[in-house]
C-alpha cells in the first residue's frame, strides 16, 4: 500500500478544504486525513490561498477590462521579491500616438535648457566655516573642558536627533563610520541664502549635510545665537495630549477610566534620552512609564482576575497634598498551566524596515518568542509590503525548525499597505480558531502605513471591527525616524491588545520571553476603574496621566463601552494627586467652579460622608476574557496621614517616575520639582530591583539631566 493514503492530486483535498462535502464524505475523509501528514499540509496551505484571494477580492473594485488573472501572491520560500501585488490585477495594453512622443521630447528640451540658464544666473558661492559639536560634551563642557561657542558667533545647534545624510565633499571618506565624539573644524562651498535674524545667514549645503558615522547625536546647521534650538522629529507621529486639570469633588465626584498596560512609552523615552535628545512632550504617557515597571502587589484570591492594593502618602513635589497610588496585580499563569496558542506573526516588510533595528531586530525578537513556545502552540507568518502574503501556515512549534528557517528569510523592500496585511493575518487566526486558546495577531511594524488605507481612523475602525472575532492583538513597534506612534498606540487599544516599543534586543527579551503570559494571555477585559471621592475629605484631585483613556461616569457600568485588557501577571498602577478639604485649590489648571443650578437644588443626600472616616473607593469593573457581561469589585481606602518618608518602595518608586513624566512634559503641576529630587526620590524606591530595571531608571533620569 502507498504509505501516503490521498494522492497530492485528489480533488478531495480542494472540497475539504472549502467545507464542499457533504458531512458524511468529509467525516470518512478526516479519517484519512489523520493517516496522512502530508495531506493536512496541503489542506492547510488551500485554506490560507482561499482566505488570502477572499480578502484580495473583498478590497478590489469590479475590473472593467481583465485580460489576466493573476494568483494571490503565497510566499512559501519567503522571498519578497516574488511579492507582485496580490489578488486579481487587470492588465491593459496602451499604446500611444507618434506625436505624444515629439511633443514629449520637446517638452524635455525646453525644460534642460531653462535649467542650465538657471543654473548661470545663482548667486556665486561663497566660503563659510561650520563646526562639529559633540552634543555629549557641549552638555559637560565645563567638566570635558570644551569651550562653548561666543554668543553672536553663528553657533551650531542640533536640529534633530533623527537626520543621517552624507559627510561634505571635502571630508575625508575614512571618517565615515568613526564615533561622533571628535571635534573638527572644517570648511565645505555653501551656496548664499536668505539671512535669519541678526543677518546671519541659516541652513546649510543642501547637496552635503553633513553627518559623521551614524548621525544620531549630530547635524550641521548654521545658526544665530540668539534663535531658539529647533526639535525635528524626522516624521515621526504622536497624539496630542493635556495633563489632566483638578476637579472640584463638588461638581465631579467620580473620575472614571480605562486601564492601560502599554510599555511603549517609557522605551521610546529610554531611546531618545539613550541618543541625547529630550523626547517631543506628547511622546511622554506617564501611565506607560509608571506601568513599564514591576510592583510587589499581593496576588488575587479565589477566582477573581486580580487583586487590588491601595495606598496614600503625602505628595513629595507638594507635601500640602495627598499622593493616592492604586495597584491591580494579575493573576499569574505559568507556561505550563496557560491554553494552547494561536499565533499569527503579521510583518511589515516594506522598504522603511530595512535598517538594522527595524525588520533584523524583528527577526531577532521573533526567535525569542518562538523559543519560548511550546510544542502545542501554532505560528503562522503573514507578511505585508505593497501587498500582503503568506510565509508560513499554521505550524506547530514541535516544526520549530521551519518556523525559525521562515523567520530567518524574511526581507525587506516596497511599500506599506497595513490594512491588507490585517486582513490577511486576522482570516488566517480565525481559520486555526482554538476555543479557549490564546488567538492572538502580532503585529510589528513601525507604523508607516503609506498605501491601502493609510489614515488613523480608517485603520483603528478595521482593527475594531477585527476585534469582534475573538482574536486579540499585540503591537510591537519598531525602529525611529517615522515611528507612528499614535497609530500604533489606538489599533492595539481598539484591538483587544497590548503595544511596546521594542528599541533593543533586551527590550524584546523583557516583552516576548520574561513577560510573555502578560503578552499573550488576556485574564480580563474591558477593564474600568471608577474612584469616587467623599467630599468631606476631599477638595479636588486629578489623574496622573491616562489622558486618552478617560470614560465618562456612565460608561462605567455600560458593557457596550470598549475598555482596556490586563493579561497575566501585569501590574497596573493608576495615580492620583489629591487637594484635602479646606486646602486651597491650585491657581494652574484648576478647573473653575460652576454656577448654582436655578431649577435644580442638590438636597442632602444624608449618607454619613463626614464620619466615614474614607477617603474614596475604588470601583472596578471587568469581563472574562470570552464573555459579554461585566462583574464589579469595591475597595475603599483611608487616610491615615502618612508622610511620604514612610510610605513603601514601590509606591516612592511610582512617584519618582511619575515625576520624572512631568517634568519630561514640562508639565503645568510639576511645580519647583526638579530631576535631581526625582533622582533621589528614586533611589529611595530602589527595593531588590528584580531585573535592574529600577537602576536603569535612575540612569535615564541622569541623562535627563545632562541635557538640562
Known sequence: MHPNPISPDDPRLTAYALNEMEPAESAEF????QQDAAARQAVEEIRATSALVTGALEGEPAPVEVAAVRPAAILPGGDLRKLDGGGLRQSKIIRFPQFYYLVSGMAAACFAVFFVYWQRTQPVVEKRQYQEFDLTKLRGADEAGVTAPAPGSGTLQRHSAMVQSEAPNDVPRERIGQEESRMELMTFSDKKREAGPDG????????????????????WAAMPASAPALENFGTEAYG?????????????????????????????????????????ADAVRIEELVNYFPYHYPQPIGNVPFAASLEVASAPWAPEHRLVR??????????????????????????????????PLVKQSLRLLVEKLRADDRVAIAVYAGSSGLV??????????????????????????????IHLAYDIAKANFIAGGVNRVILATDGDFNVGTTSEGELVRLIGEKAKSGVFLSVLGFGMGNLKDGTLEQIADKGNGNYAYIDSLAEAKKTLVEQAGGTLVTIAKDVKIQVEFNPAQVAAYRLIGYENRLLAKEDFN??????????????????????????????????????????????????????????????????????????????????AGTRFADASQDFKFAAAVAAFGMALRDSPHKG???????????????????GGYRSEFLGLVGKAQALE
Open 672 to 690: 519647583t520639582l526638579t530631576l535631581a529630587e526625582v533622582s533621589a526620590w528614586g533611589r529611595e524606591g530602589l527595593g531588590g530591583d528584580a
Open 326 to 359: 492604586v495597584g491591580l496585580k494579575g493573576r499569574e499563569v505559568s507556561d505550563a498551566a496557560r491554553p494552547p496558542a494561536n499565533l499569527v506573526f503579521l510583518l511589515d516588510v516594506s522598504g522603511s524596515m530595512q535598517s538594522p533595528n527595524r525588520l
Open 558 to 639: 455600560n458593557d457596550q463601552v470598549d475598555a482596556g485588557e490586563i493579561g497575566a501577571g501585569h501590574t497596573v498602577t493608576a495615580l492620583y494627586e489629591v487637594v484635602p478639604a479646606g486646602a486651597e485649590l491650585p491657581g494652574a489648571g484648576a478647573t473653575p467652579a460652576v454656577d448654582e443650578l436655578k431649577y435644580q437644588k442638590t438636597e442632602d443626600s444624608g449618607r454619613k460622608t463626614a464620619v466615614s472616616g474614607e477617603l474614596l473607593t475604588v470601583k472596578v469593573r471587568y469581563k472574562e476574557p470570552a464573555g459579554d457581561t461585566s462583574s464589579k469589585l469595591e475597595f475603599p481606602l483611608r487616610d
Open 30 to 33: 478526516e479519517k484519512l486525513l
Open 200 to 219: 546671519v545667514t541659516l541652513g546649510v549645503n543642501r547637496g552635503n549635510i553633513a553627518v559623521v558615522g551614524a548621525a544620531r547625536n549630530t547635524v
Open 392 to 421: 508560513l501556515p499554521s505550524t506547530p512549534v514541535s516544526r520549530k525548525a521551519d518556523i525559525l528557517e521562515a523567520i530567518d528569510r524574511l526581507d525587506a523592500g516596497g511599500s506599506t499597505n497595513g490594512a491588507l496585511g
Open 240 to 280: 496630542y495630549r493635556k495633563d489632566n486639570d483638578y476637579q472640584r469633588v463638588a461638581d465631579h465626584p467620580l473620575s472614571t477610566f480605562s486601564i492601560d498596560v502599554d510599555t511603549a512609552s517609557y522605551a521610546n523615552v529610554r531611546r531618545f534620552l539613550t541618543q541625547g535628545q529630550r523626547p517631543p
